[in-house]
C-alpha cells in the first residue's frame, strides 16, 4: 500500500522520545535487518542446499555509528544461524555494543588501517551478502578516500556477485553528481527503519537503492510533516471512489472537456473514451463540433450542451481557441479545477484569468515541459535534462508556475508548488504510445471533477476538501488507472477502452473472487 516518505531529520525527530522511553529501536531495526538479510541469502540459492544462511558468506562494511549498529547486529544473529561473518572496520571506531555481540557470535573483524586493503578487497568479492552500515541518517556527504577507492575497486567490472542491502539508506547517496557514481555503494536492496526517507524516493536514486523495504519500528510520524507519498497498485483497489446510494449524476461530477481538433479528432475520442470510462456522472464535451460527432458516434451518454462542471479538461489534440476561450470564460466564476495539457499548457504565464482562483493541473511529458520551463525561465531547459531529474523538474515548475505539475514519463511524477510529491509506481512500457497522454487526461478530469462535486455538494466531510495534497493524491489514482489499463492493451485506443474495464473491476468487484466467508 502507498507509503508516506519523510525527511531525514522527521524521522530522527520521532525516535528521539521513544529512545528517552528505553523503546528497543536498535533491536527492532536489527531484528528485521537480519530477516531481510536472510531471506536474500535463500533467494540466492539455486539448488535446495545453498537456500540457507549457514555455511553463506557474509560481510559487514562497518562505518562510526548506529548505521554500523544495526549491521553488526543483523551480523550477529546471521552468525548464529551458522553464517561465515566478516566485518570490516572502516573507521578508526564502530559501535562497540554490535561488533561485541558480532564477535561473540562468531564473527571475525578485519581492520582496513592495519591490513591490506587487498585482503579487505577479497573478502567483499566472495561475499554472498554485503550489508552497507557504513553510514546512515547521521551521514555527511563524501566518504574518506580509503572507502571510496574500496568501493570503486569492488564494483569495478561491473555488478557484484553477492546481493547487497544498504542498512537504511546506501552510505553517502548523492543523485546528483553521476561522475562518483562507481564509488558508491549501489544496493540491491535497502532495508529502511521507522519510515520511508524523503531522498530514497527520488527516482535518480532507484540504481543505488534497488528494491526499498520500509521497517515499522514503532515510530510515531506526523503525517502532516510528510514530503511525499509512493502510490502502488493496490492503493487503487482500496482508495478508488465509489459512488454512494444516494448520489446522482451530478453528485458524481461533471466534466467538461476540450480536445481533439480538425486536425487530431482522435484525441477528443480518446479524452472523452477515457472520462466516461473513469465512473463519472457525465460528460460534456465541448469541443468542435466534427469532433463531437465522432464523440457522440462512440459514447451516446456523451452531452454537448453547455453547462456547468466540476472540473475542465482541455488542451489534448490541440483544440482550436475558438472552443477553448469559451470553456474557460464558463468556469471563470467557479473554482472548479482546470487540467492543461499539450497546447493549453501555453496559457500559463500568460496571467489567464481562469488560472487563478482554482486548482489548476499542468499534465506534460518532458519535451512539453522543457518548452514550457524554457518559456518562463529565460534559460534552455532540454527534455533531457528533466528526463535525468523528473522529480526536481516538476517540483522546480510546480513552484515557478505555481500549479500541480503532473510530469509524464518512465517514472511519471507529480509536484505539488509547496514541494509535496506524490509518486505512483511506474507502469507499463506499453504505455508509451501515440495518444496515451490524452487517456489520461480523461481519467484525471474524471477523478478531479468526482473530487470536486464530492468536496462542494457533500459538505466538509473529513477529507473531501480539495487541497493541493488530495488532489496530488487523486491524480496519483488516475496515474495508477491508467498503468492497470496500460496492462492490457497495445494501442491507445485499446488502452482508452480498458480504462472502462478497469474501473468496471473496481465499481462491480466479482464477489467470487472475494475472500470474505459466505
Ligand atoms: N537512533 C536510534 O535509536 C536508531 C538509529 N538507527 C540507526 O542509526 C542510524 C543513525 O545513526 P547515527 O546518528 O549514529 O549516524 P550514522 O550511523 O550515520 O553515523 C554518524 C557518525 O558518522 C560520522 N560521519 C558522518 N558522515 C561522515 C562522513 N561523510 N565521513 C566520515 N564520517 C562521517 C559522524 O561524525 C558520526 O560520528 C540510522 O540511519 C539507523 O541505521 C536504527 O537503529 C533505529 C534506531
Ligand atoms: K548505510
Partial sequence: MSERAYPGEVIRAAEVPLLGAGAPLMERAATALALY???ALRARGRAAR?????????CVLAGPGNNAGDALFAAASLARGGAQVSIVLLFDRTHDEGLRAARRAGARAIDLAAVPAADALETLRRADLVLDGILGTGGRRGLPAHITGLIRDWRRGGPTPGTVIAVDVPSDLD???PETAGERIHADHTVTFGGLKAELIDPRVRRFTGRVHVVDIGLDLDAARAAAEVMVGPDLAADFPRPRADDHKYSRGVLGVVAGSATYPGAGVLTTTSAVGSGIGMVRYLGAASVADRVLTHHPEVVTAEGAVDALVMGSGDPEDEFVAPALEAIADTDVPLVLDAGSLALVGDDAAALTGRPVVLTPHAGELARLLSRLLGEDVSASRITADPLGWARRAASRTGHIVLLKGGST??????????????????????????VLSGIIGSLLAGAHARATRRGAEPGESLDDRTIARTLGLAVLVHNAAGSRCVNAGQLATAVGDVVEGLLHPDPSASDSPR
Fill in 37 to 39: 538479510s536472510a531471506a
Fill in 413 to 438: 511524477v507529480i509536484a505539488c508548488p509547496d514541494g509535496y510529491a506524490v509518486l505512483p509506481e511506474s507502469g507499463p512500457p506499453s504505455l508509451a504510445t501515440a495518444g496515451s497522454g490524452d
Fill in 175 to 177: 543523485p546528483a553528481d
Fill in 50 to 58: 545453498d537456500r540457507r544462511v549457514a555455511g553463506s558468506r557474509v
